[in-house]
């Protein structure tokens, strides 16, 4: 099978790896991809989010299944146009892709189906919002009233959440998204809702439209410091598998969430064929879902995929048809597994570009380090082109072992302000004694 890749960070790389074992593959494309991708799959450069020439390059280079990584691309609809030039791809259409692409139209959907998940007020009008803040204070106080959530409806990679402490940042948010209008039209409506308190949680799972198939649970890291300081950032690190997600606790979210919510989807006239991710508030009262995305997380993809010991290839195929109930449940390796973004300094904000980059060559067997922002430059050398520039990934028999194992390696890594969080799978690390 000739496969193409859309998208260019550590979750394509990763992709890719785990893509490429497959004995079913005779070509591998990512585009536009990135330093690491090149050494395992042509990387061929174009615009993701140029779709027709996606589909049309697709078409002239005879590709049997194309795998689409980021959100955009899917909230734009290039699967619809892949469709329509009778390509299989896996990922799902314009249509199914707003359960992440609106969290409006998504909450509602959720509602309507009955998911657990945080009640919510929703609005495009400024001044009935800051009425509904006021409604809420006056009926459950001043303080009382927060912590609130208020979240721009549109894809805003990751800037579209805020946690509001009190009256002054819930409005300072809503001036943000409803009136300076700095998301454009991401934050042309928002919701507000109520603020849930547990321990976060990462589930994918692959959908063929019908059945659901979930994958291992894992945890992501958001912020950019240790202990959750610092600004939200695209992801500093994952690791798999928590040891508060049991059995119980995963077929809990299957059955309350992941399948009504496939369900929800069909009913709506929207399948959702590809990989939906369900972010997840483990709270006391049990799972609720934080939001629904419709593509691979990142960089949880990179400690659940090097645990995956079936085919990703043949399941994402099995996803595309609609026939999962034909290809055997994916079998998992019992080891653990955590990954570690290494970053440029200064990011999220702004960072330096093209540096060089060494010390891939001293790194232990057994780690991976998946590329995201790097690149070859005209003299060959690999040089940072991103915030995010590399996931390190280590397996080991428990979180801690990996843990230990991926933290003993970061060191052999150099750039120019090269960083990355210390306390990665920490928690899952039992206190001596
Ligand atoms: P989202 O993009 O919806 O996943 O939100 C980004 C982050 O904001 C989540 O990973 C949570 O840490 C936080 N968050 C979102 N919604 C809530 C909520 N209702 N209560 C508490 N935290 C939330
Ligand atoms: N890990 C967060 C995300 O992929 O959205």
New binding site residues.
């Given amino acids: 099978m000739r496969v193409l890749v859309i998208g260019g960070g550590a979750r394509e790389h990763v992709l890719c790896w785990k893509l490429a074992q497959s004995p079913h593959l005779s070509a591998l494309f990512c585009a536009p991809g990135n330093g690491g991708t090149a050494a395992i799959a042509e990387n061929v450069p174009l615009d993701p989010m140029d779709f027709a020439a996606c589909a049309d390059w697709a078409e002239r280079h005879a590709i049997d299944l194309t795998v689409i990584g980021p959100d955009d691309p899917l909230g734009g609809g290039i699967v619809d146009v892949f469709a329509a030039h009778g390509l299989r791809v896996f990922g799902p259409t314009r249509a199914a892709a707003r359960i992440e692409s609106s969290?409006v139209w998504a909450k509602r959907l959720l509602l309507d189906a009955g998911i657990p998940t945080?009640d919510a007020y929703h609005t495009d009008d400024y001044d009935a919002a800051l009425a509904y803040l006021a409604r809420r204070e006056a009926e459950h106080g001043a303080d009382a009233a927060y912590p609130l959530?208020v979240?721009a409806d549109g894809l805003a990679a990751?800037k579209?959440?805020i946690?509001a402490h009190d009256g002054g940042e819930a409005r300072a948010a809503l001036n943000t998204f409803l009136v300076e209008r700095r998301l454009g039209a991401a934050g042309s409506a928002v919701l507000i809702?109520?603020?849930?308190?547990g321990r976060?949680l990462s589930l994918f799972a692959l959908s063929d439209g019908e059945r659901v198939v979930p994958l291992v649970p894992a945890c992501d890291y958001?912020c950019a410091y240790d202990d959750d300081e610092g600004p939200?950032t695209g992801g500093m690190g994952a690791y798999s598998p928590p040891a508060f997600a049991t059995p119980e606790l995963l077929a809990a979210i299957a059955r309350d969430m992941l399948i009504p919510a496939v369900r929800a989807l069909h009913a709506a006239g929207a399948p959702f064929r590809g990989l939906l991710y369900a972010?997840l508030?483990i709270t006391a009262r049990g799972p609720y879902v934080?939001?629904f995305n419709a593509r691979f997380g990142d960089p949880e993809t990179q400690v659940v995929l090097p645990r995956l010991e079936s085919d990703l290839l043949e399941l994402c195929v099995a996803a595309a048809d609609g026939r999962l109930d034909t290809v055997a449940p994916p079998r998992w390796s019992d080891e653990a597994a955590c990954g570690v973004v290494i970053a440029s300094r200064g990011y999220p904000g702004p960072f330096a570009k093209g540096l060089p980059i060494t010390g891939l060559d001293a790194l232990d067997p057994g780690i991976r380090a998946f590329h995201a922002g790097t690149r070859r430059d005209t003299d060959g050398r690999l040089v940072t082109s991103g915030g995010r520039v590399l996931t390190l990934v280590a397996r080991g028999a428990t979180v801690a072992d990996a843990r230990a194992r991926v933290y003993a390696n970061a060191g052999r890594i150099h750039f120019d302000g090269a960083r990355w969080r210390t306390d990665i799978g920490a928690r899952e690390v039992a206190p001596a004694g």
């Fill in positions: 969290k945080a959530v979240k990751g579209g959440v946690i809702e109520e603020y849930l308190e976060e958001k939200n972010g508030m934080l939001e």
